[in-house]
């Protein structure tokens, strides 16, 4: 999947960490697939493009893509959000 994300967005993306379930080995078939993607900037059509890639993977590989897209300067900003801090420590990196 992160060669599908490279291929999509190019050098507009920076990181790509899968973290949860599927990221530590313990998902079920039904877990969704959490994934940290940092961009330069996001923008609206990130956002669509991310959404589209999303129904695609369900629709083809029935699996649920749970993204959350944020620019490398909101990464630096948000650094003590518990959330990111989490996906970034547990994160594996694509």
């Known amino acids: 999947e ?11 993306l920076g990181h790509i960490l899968f973290f949860g379930s599927r990221a530590r080995g313990d998902a079920s078939p039904e877990s969704d697939l959490d994934c940290l993607l940092v961009f330069d900037c996001v923008t609206p059509k990130v956002k669509e493009e991310l959404d589209q890639l999303s129904s695609e ?7 649920v893509f749970a993204w959350v897209a944020v ?8 650094r003590y959000e518990p959330f990111l801090q ?3 420590r547990e994160g594996i990196a694509a």
């Open 2 to 12: 992160g060669l599908a994300l490279r291929a999509r967005f190019g050098a507009h």
């Open 57 to 63: 993977w369900l629709l083809e590989k029935g699996l």
């Open 86 to 88: 989490n996906a970034q």
């Open 71 to 78: 620019s490398d300067a909101d990464l630096k900003r948000l």
